[in-house]
């Protein structure tokens, strides 16, 4: 049995990720059960959402023995492999929560450009929102405002054709922009410019209040005919019957337009929509008003109605004629603008926090990351700094005596360290409590053999000549917020939702990055 992915699906996994991220922001689903709504959600866990940074050992040498410090290196491409989850929850040093208001639903942007030749929304067309040949996509972004195109097509000499759109879309308030070269535009959206999700790829799509009047903008529109199957052997332009019916299932009378196929080799390729006294193409909406444009339709008070459904059919052109197929494209009873989150290509998610420095109590250590990662449905230990400031230490650490102060300033972020049968990459020293952060991984340098917490262990280098960097280890320290095992040493703490691998990207106590995940569903 045939099956696909439609586009509805896309857009309601994106919606279902924003909202379950928005609801555990918003619900302090981190907070004991007691005090929080969780016990109201009989579907969902503790589904706490955060971003995480880690990975503070290098890259393995590339397939071509390439190292990572090299300008030739390729970074490892993630695999998806539960041992990969694994070891992202093993590198991490630090996560951070999202905030309710810094998740969105996004569209890739696409700037409209003077000279290009744009798409039409067409409700059968499954690449409108994509280019294709010398077709762009039928949604742009302008400033900080969301165009669609509803028609692009003139008529010189007879026949349609696909025009350049050299006037920039300017309609505000969810009305049409109709310049004088026969593009007709629906200001759908808008959004704020200084919005931290706004990017010069991807445009936020904020969820749209107009008033009736605006939605009456739109609402109802039929704005295009499109061609399902041009069929062959059509030697004259055959007949397009229109039939428009309102929601109460009242078919509504014109004739003030008409339907004309064009025909090319035989096969339709496009069928107009155009007025009947000009000939011209025409946009209509049947409704009380008609002044946004000129020529466009209404209806007696009596079949006072939006249109709501249409079908086509196509008879003649020849006695050979056959297996053409149409299908009418018309706007949400209540507007394009009113349904953008379900209209527009929202199949994007956008996630934003940043990382001020070290954060508080120095939850953030700035190390070198080479992981990016979403982490879902985790536990904490309810240490400093867990519901506070929304952000986790995931470090381990040893508390070491006699520290060999030299030895320990030679250290670098990713050597390994053995105390014991235990290895482990060394992260940084706190000299004021004397403690070693540390992580461990499924690389062959090191195990993940816990370090001696008791005895006569001395933590040294894995050098040639091994270096002494303490005398002994008097604790050893899962995080005080963040134990990558979580309650059960036989389960990794969360689900990564999501992970990007990246060049080694250096931070300090000074510097904020501004972290931004873009998941396509």
């Not at 991807?202 to 529109?221: A, C, E, M, R, Y």
């Not at 193409?281 to 000129?294: F, M, P």
Request: glycine content about 8%; some cysteine; charged content about 15%.
């Amino acid at each position: 049995m045939a099956a696909i992915i439609t586009d509805d699906f896309r857009r309601n996994q994106a919606r279902l990720l924003v909202n379950d991220i928005k609801a555990s922001a918003d619900s302090n689903f981190d907070s004991p059960a007691s005090n929080s709504v969780e016990t109201s959600w009989p579907y969902r866990g503790n589904n706490r959402y955060a971003i995480g940074l880690g990975k503070a050992d290098t890259w393995a040498n590339d397939a071509n023995g390439v190292a990572e410090d090299a300008t030739a290196f390729i970074i490892p491409a993630p695999d998806g492999t539960i041992q990969e989850d694994h070891d992202i929850i093993n590198n991490l040093f630090t996560l951070k929560d999202i905030a309710g208001a810094n998740v969105k639903q996004l569209i890739a942007k696409n700037a409209w450009t003077s000279g290009r030749k744009y798409k039409v929304y067409d409700q059968s067309d499954d690449d409108m929102f994509y280019s294709t040949g010398d077709l762009y996509p039928c949604v742009v972004t302008v400033g900080s405002s969301i165009y669609m195109c509803l028609s692009n097509t003139a008529i010189n000499d007879g026949f349609t054709t696909v025009l350049q759109s050299t006037t920039t879309p300017s309609a505000s308030s969810f009305a049409l922009s109709t310049p004088a070269q026969g593009y007709v535009w629906a200001h759908v959206a808008s959004f704020d410019s200084n919005d931290s999700l706004a990017t010069n790829q991807f445009s936020p799509v904020n969820v749209q209040s107009p008033t009736v009047v605006q939605i009456d903008k739109t609402g109802g529109l039929l704005t295009h005919i499109g061609v399902t199957n041009g069929g062959s052997g059509y030697t004259t332009p055959p007949t397009v019957t229109l039939t428009l019916v309102t929601a109460a299932g009242v078919k509504i009378d014109s004739t003030a337009i008409s339907a004309i196929a064009v025909v090319e080799s035989g096969v339709i390729t496009r069928i107009d929509i155009r007025d009947v006294t000009s000939n011209q193409l025409h946009l209509g909406s049947y409704e009380y008003w008609t002044n946004e444009a000129s020529g466009f339709l209404k209806v007696e008070a009596s079949k006072a109605g939006r249109i709501a459904s249409a079908t086509v059919s196509i008879t003649g052109g020849g006695s050979n004629a056959s297996g053409a197929t149409a299908y009418a494209s018309i706007a949400p009873i209540s507007g394009f603008s009113k349904n953008a989150l379900d209209i527009l290509p929202t199949w994007f998610v956008g996630i934003h926090t940043d990382f001020d420095g070290s954060e508080t109590d120095g939850d953030a250590p700035t190390l070198n990351f080479r992981q990016v990662s979403l982490l879902k449905n985790f536990a904490t230990t309810g240490g400093e700094g867990d519901s506070d400031t929304g952000i986790l230490d995931c470090l381990n650490s040893i508390t070491i005596t006699g520290p060999v102060s030299a030895a320990i300033g030679n250290l670098t972020e990713g050597d390994v360290l053995v105390a014991g049968d235990s290895k482990f990459y060394y992260n940084y020293y706190d000299s004021g409590t004397s403690k070693i952060y540390y992580h461990q991984n499924s690389n062959s340098d090191v195990n993940m053999i816990t370090p001696p917490a008791i005895g006569t262990d001395a933590v040294v280098t894995t050098d040639a000549s091994p270096v002494t960097i303490a005398t002994d280890i008097t604790a050893v320290d899962f995080s005080a917020e963040y134990n990558i095992f979580g309650a059960s040493p036989n389960k990794r703490n969360g689900e990564v939702v999501f992970q990007e691998n990246r060049a080694p990207f250096g931070r300090t106590p000074t510097q904020t990055e501004e972290v931004k995940l873009i998941i396509q569903l």
